[in-house]
C-alpha cells in the first residue's frame, strides 16, 4: 500500500480498501435499482390498475427500459474521454449520478397522472438514461479496479444492491403513487438518490488523485497505464473482443434468457391487478419486501454458487430455474390465483432474475478487454438488456396468440435454448481457491 506521506491521503480511496470497493458497487448498483423498482413494479402498477393495457404496460416498459439497451455508445465514450486526474471513471460516475438527481426533479415537476402513458415513459427515460450511464461508470470501474480474485463476490453484492434498490423503489413508489401522486413520488426519491450522489463526490479510485477539479492531486501511474485507445482503436479492440467464440456464444445464451425474465417484468404486474386482485400499494409493497429477503438470499447464494461451482455452471442452473416457473404455471394454472402460491412464483422469479445476474457477471468481466472495458462490458450489458424490453412485447405477442400456455411454452423454449448455450462456453469453470481471511467464499 503506498504511504500517505508519498501520495496523499488514502481515506476514501478504493484502491487501498477492499471493504470500501464492496461497499461503494453495491450502493452504487442499490441507486441504479431504485428507479428500476419505481418505474417496472410501481409505476406499472399503478397505471394496469387505473386501466391501462398490456401494450400500454409494454409500451412504459420498453420505452423506459432502452437506455438500458444502448448504454454501449456512452460507454465508447468513457473509454474515449475522461479526466484522469480524478480517476478513470469517476468524473461521468459523479455526472451520471447527477443527471439522476436532475431527472427525478423534471419528472416531479412534469407531474404526470396514469393516464398519461407516453408522458410517464418518455420522464422514466430521461431518469434512466442518468441510471444506465452510471451503470456503465460503475462497471467500467469494476473491471479496472477490482482484482480478479474479488470480481465473483463483488458480482453478488452489486446485483444484491440492485435487488435492495428495486425492493425500496417498488415499495417508496407504490406507496407514494397510491397516497399522494407522481410529484411527491418522484420527489421521496431525491433524498436517496443525493445522497448517493454525495458518495460519488468524496471517493477516489487510487491514492493521490483530486476529489473534485480544483481540489489538490494528480494522476495515478495506474490509470496512467491503462492505454487508452483512439476511436479506430476502440472498435478494433472490441470487435476483436467481441467475435471470439466464447463471447458470440454467451451472447446467444444472453438473448434468450434475457427475454425470458423481459416477459415476466411485463407478466407480472398484469397478472398481480388484473387476475390475482392486488392493488397497486399492496403488491408493490409485497415485492419490495420479498425483494429485500431475495436481496439477502441472493447475496450468499450468489457467492457460493460462484464459488462452489464456477459461474458457468452457476449460470446453467439459474438459466434453468424459468424452466421449472414457467412448468409450475401449465401445470397448475390457478397456483398464481391462491396467496401462498403468487407469493411463492414471485419469489421463483425474482430470485432466478437475481441469480442469473450475479453469475454471469464474473463472465462478461472475464471476456472484456480492459483497454476498452467501458465499452466492451456495456456492450454485453447492454446486448444482455436489449431482449428485456422485447420480452415485453413477446409476451404480449404469445398471449394474444395462444394465451397463457402459448407464453410459459415460449419461456421453456427460450431457456432451453439458453442453458445449452452457457454449457458449450469454455470460460468460467475455474474457482478460488485461495480465500482471504476476510472475505469469503469468493470466486476467481
Not at 506521506?5 to 448498483?29: A, I
Request: hydrophobic letters at 50%; charged letters at 15%; a neutral charge.
Amino acid at each position: 500500500m503506498a504511504s500517505s506521506e508519498t501520495h496523499g491521503s488514502t481515506r476514501f480511496v478504493l484502491s487501498e480498501s477492499k471493504r470500501l470497493r464492496l461497499f461503494s458497487m453495491t450502493v452504487f448498483y442499490f441507486a441504479q435499482g431504485l428507479p428500476i423498482g419505481l418505474y417496472l413494479t410501481a409505476v406499472a402498477a399503478w397505471i394496469s390498475q387505473n386501466g391501462a393495457s398490456a401494450s400500454d404496460v409494454a409500451f412504459l416498459v420498453t420505452t423506459t427500459y432502452l437506455p438500458w439497451s444502448f448504454k454501449f455508445f456512452g460507454a465508447a465514450l468513457m473509454d474515449r474521454y475522461t479526466y484522469l486526474a480524478m480517476g478513470r471513471r469517476r468524473i461521468w460516475l459523479i455526472g451520471s449520478q447527477a443527471l439522476m438527481v436532475i431527472g427525478l426533479v423534471v419528472a416531479a415537476a412534469a407531474s404526470p397522472g396514469p393516464g398519461d402513458i407516453e408522458l410517464l415513459a418518455y420522464v422514466g427515460f430521461a431518469i434512466f438514461v442518468g441510471s444506465a450511464m452510471q451503470d456503465v461508470a460503475v462497471d467500467g470501474l469494476a473491471v479496472d479496479i477490482l482484482p480478479d480474485e474479488e470480481q465473483g463476490t463483488a458480482s453478488a453484492f452489486m446485483f444484491a444492491g440492485q435487488a435492495f434498490g428495486i425492493s425500496i423503489g417498488a415499495a417508496l413508489g407504490g406507496f407514494l403513487l397510491a397516497r399522494y401522486g407522481t410529484t411527491v413520488a418522484f420527489l421521496g426519491f431525491l433524498p436517496l438518490v443525493g445522497g448517493i450522489f454525495l458518495l460519488a463526490v468524496i471517493l477516489r479510485e487510487r491514492t493521490g488523485e483530486k476529489m473534485l477539479p480544483w481540489t489538490a492531486g494528480q494522476a495515478s501511474p495506474d490509470a496512467v497505464s491503462i492505454e487508452r485507445a483512439n476511436w479506430l482503436g476502440i472498435l478494433r479492440i472490441t470487435f476483436k473482443s467481441m467475435i471470439k467464440r466464447d463471447s458470440i456464444i454467451y451472447l446467444l445464451a444472453a438473448v434468450a434468457v434475457r427475454a425470458t425474465g423481459g416477459m415476466f417484468v411485463a407478466f407480472w404486474p398484469l397478472y398481480a391487478t388484473k387476475e390475482a386482485g392486488w392493488s397497486t400499494e399492496d403488491y408493490s409493497a409485497m415485492a419490495a419486501t420479498l425483494g429485500l429477503i431475495i436481496a439477502a438470499f441472493g447475496m450468499g447464494a450468489g457467492a457460493f454458487l460462484n464459488a462452489k461451482f464456477g459461474p458457468r455452471r452457476s449460470s446453467v442452473f439459474s438459466a434453468g430455474m424459468y424452466v421449472v416457473l414457467a412448468s409450475l404455471f401449465l401445470i397448475w394454472p390457478e397456483m398464481g390465483l391462491i396467496w401462498a402460491g403468487f407469493i411463492f412464483l414471485y419469489m421463483l422469479t425474482d430470485t432466478t432474475s437475481l441469480l442469473y445476474s450475479i453469475c454471469t457477471n464474473p463472465i462478461r468481466m472475464r471476456l472484456s478487454d480492459k483497454r476498452v472495458a467501458a465499452t466492451q462490458f456495456t456492450i454485453y450489458n447492454s446486448l444482455s438488456n436489449l431482449p428485456v424490453p422485447a420480452g415485453a412485447w413477446i409476451l404480449a405477442y404469445t398471449t394474444d396468440l395462444g394465451g397463457r400456455p402459448a407464453s410459459m411454452t415460449t419461456v421453456i423454449g427460450l431457456a432451453i435454448f439458453g442453458m445449452i448455450a452457457l454449457s458449450l462456453l469454455r470460460i468460467g469453470n475455474v474457482v478460488d481457491e485461495h480465500p482471504e481471511d476476510d472475505m469469503t467464499p469468493r470466486m476467481d
